[in-house]
């Protein structure tokens, strides 16, 4: 096996870039040979100032100094552009999570990445990702039962942003909560059927701007369709240095539960959970080990997308398959 690093590169510097860079230090056989941007590159200060940032308009001319590219981008208007874009010079990794729009989107990937012979590993995280790996062995395994996904206690960035704009609010975020009553009913395996409300609360910590009406912020808020609306939602009201000082982390985790029956019409639950003090710092953990993946791909002389449901779970350990074999099986 070829003991030389494998080259990596970053395409955008927010929350998720600086995640990646943390990572990769953590890993014995990678290095980071730069960061790409749209800002001015003499802007960003990087964690590591020895590495080098350069405009994303270089991307083409930087190719063959990095082996697989991390992009770091949103999925609403960032990677749908970036990801076929660059999947034609680069061995990619991405978050993509917008679900209903994956396989469009892998399609549009695939095409590039297989006609320029390169790799691209799509929508890789924790869900969509990890938690899509635990619904497939779930079915797999229990084929006769149901599914449950809870998230939470998590910070939602887009619901954050949705209450942002809410008129009167100068500042704000919210977290999404199981129902506890829920998860002990699918975890005793009694299979319950549970609309949306029934599954998850929504909270919400508000500072309003001078002069603000309180009720017409809440009433605002709960009634605020595909949002809110549909769930039982608490809003709180509360001052700036409280909303620093409490608010600030980015939490999030949840659960993937199983509730079927065996051959033998045996009871049986498969749960698989995540408690995240930092949701970006956990998703960028999961992009850099698949990056390893989609490298060990490339130089085998794959090509076009693939999700994690398609990577076998060797390829995302630097240990050789005959270390693993001795030491986790």
Sequence with gaps: MDSSPIRIGIAG?????????????????????????RRNPASLQLADPSVPVWSIDEAAARRDEIDVLILCGGSKDDLPVQGPSLAQWYTTIDSFDTHA????????????????????????????????????????ILPQGAT?????????????DAIRRVPGVAAGVQYTLPVQDAVNQVRAGQQPQLSTRQKHTRECFVVLQPGADGDQVRQAIVTMPNYFADYDTTVHFIDADTLHREHSGMPHGGFVIRSGQSGHGDGQVMEFSLNLASNPGFTSSVLVAYARAAWRLKIA??????????????????????????ELL
Excluded: C
């Design 13 to 37: 510097y927010g929350n998720l870039g600086r995640g990646a860079q943390a990572a990769i230090a953590q890993q014995p056989d990678m290095q980071l040979m730069g960061v790409f941007t």
């Design 101 to 140: 729009k994956i396989p469009e989107y892998f399609s549009s990937v695939d095409t590039v990445a297989r006609a320029h012979g390169n790799v691209s590993i799509l929508a890789v995280g924790w869900d969509p990702g990890l938690f899509s790996i635990n619904r497939l062995m779930g079915e797999a």
């Design 148 to 160: 449950y996904t809870f998230w939470g206690k998590g910070l939602s960035q887009g619901h954050s």
């Design 301 to 326: 002389g794959e090509t076009g997308a693939r999700t994690v449901l398609d990577i076998a779970p060797g390829l995302l350990s630097p240990k050789s398959a005959a270390d693993l074999r001795r």
